[in-house]
Antibody, heavy 113, light 112 residues
């Protein structure tokens, strides 16, 4: 069964970089024609698609976040990662990794000093 | 970006009765391949979103057949034929035709 698990610091200081990793199990990250995505849900707001990364390393980012986002994939560890720099309180929320049909359980990241 | 609007934002349904959620986009979701990439998710309390329906009407594996998706172009609907207690949660529509994918505000479904 396909499973995704987010991990990373749950507290990040303003202006610093939010770094998360999504470990994939039950399927190879290079199998099929899938891309791997990060999606977030700020408290009280609608879900927001951050971006996606293909097994090749090719990426597409939401234009609203493009200047601050970097995603990468590590096929040897079967995982992919998100980096969001220059964070502010507005970046606080649940962060999910997803294949589209499968989602991780989510991780709550708080931006605060 | 494409704006997705859902209605109602909150819905209380009697057990065993039907429920319907509407979702509109401000642009056509018809892609050049003839498909409309409209997806419905269910988010139960304390859980991550679960995909129910994709490409307007295709049901995911394990999703009860009481869930039905329909619609075209800009107007879409999720129907639950007979609501069960386990259907409590928030339902989101999402368009994947235009980049970036965008979500509706969510519809909170409660069961009485």
């Amino acid at each position: 069964q396909v499973q995704l698990q987010e991990s990373g610091p749950r507290l990040v200081k303003p202006s610093q970089t939010l770094s998360l990793t999504c470990a994939v199990s039950g399927v190879s990250i290079t199998s099929g024609v899938y891309y791997w995505s990060w999606i977030r849900q700020p408290a009280g707001k609608r879900l927001e698609w951050i971006g996606r990364v293909y097994p090749s390393g090719s990426t597409n980012y939401n234009p609203s976040l493009k200047s601050r986002v970097n995603m990468s994939v590590d096929t040897t560890k079967n995982q992919f990662s998100l980096k969001l720099n220059s964070v502010t309180a507005a970046d606080t929320g649940f962060y999910y990794c997803s294949r589209g049909d499968y989602w991780g359980q989510g991780i709550l990241v708080t931006v605060s000093s | 970006e494409v704006v997705m609007t859902q209605s109602p934002l909150s819905l209380t349904v009697t057990l065993g009765q039907p429920a319907s959620i509407s979702c509109w986009s401000n642009q056509s979701l018809l892609y050049s391949d003839g498909n409309a990439y409209l997806t419905w998710f269910q988010q139960r309390p304390g859980q991550s979103p679960r995909r129910l329906i994709y490409t307007v009407s295709k049901r995911d594996s394990g999703v009860p057949d009481r869930f039905t998706g329909s619609g075209s172009t800009t107007d879409f609907t999720l129907k639950i034929s007979r609501v069960e207690a386990e259907d409590v949660g928030v339902y989101f529509c999402m368009q994947g035709t235009h980049w970036p994918p965008t979500f509706g505000q969510g519809t909170k479904v409660e069961v009485k």
